[in-house]
């Protein structure tokens, strides 16, 4: 049986958001932050659900020429995600292959921020995943 509502419709357009979906959780919120190499995703999650007015995608990445400089991306990234009203004490979870470049530089603005495990492959097993969730092995 396929379980996961967020998923089920998901248009191939929103498929960066799904990587986050499996660290969402009944009563709490998560914010996620990919970062790709052209772009970075910011996805917040609460109660399971993707919360669209606090998620967005921002159009510079690890290998944009305007953010080679990983301490400037951190403070782009820190002022987009406080338009979207991120918090300083939000749990945010970073993915992409650009997350353990920036982690040490985006903490100062979220000091709870985290890299989750294979963060380079986050979407990709996010997509298995489903793939399995909906076809079966």
Same mark, same amino acid.
């Not at 995600?81 to 530089?105: N, P, Q, R």
């Not at 921020?113 to 963060?119: I, R």
């Given at each position: ?15 960066? @958001?799904? *990587? ?14 990919? #970062?790709?190499? =052209? &772009? ?18 921002? @159009?510079? *990445? ?14 782009? #990234?820190?002022? =987009? &995600? ?56």
């Amino acid at each position: 049986m396929f379980k996961q509502p967020f998923l089920r419709n998901l248009p191939m357009e929103q498929s960066e @958001d799904i *990587g986050f979906y499996k660290h969402a959780r009944p009563g709490n919120m998560i914010r996620g932050l990919n #970062i790709g190499s =052209r &772009t970075v995703n910011a996805i917040t999650f609460r109660d399971e659900e993707k919360i669209g007015k606090e998620s967005d995608t921002f @159009d510079f *990445g690890t290998e944009s020429g305007k953010s080679k400089n990983r301490f400037e991306m951190a403070r782009a #990234i820190a002022g =987009r &995600t406080g338009s979207l009203k991120w918090k300083k004490d939000d749990e945010v979870l970073l993915g992409g292959g650009g997350a353990a470049e920036i982690i040490d530089h985006l903490k100062q603005y979220y000091p709870l921020a985290k890299v989750v495990e294979n963060p380079v492959f986050l979407d990709a097993e996010a997509l298995y995943r489903t793939a399995v969730g909906i076809y079966g092995r």
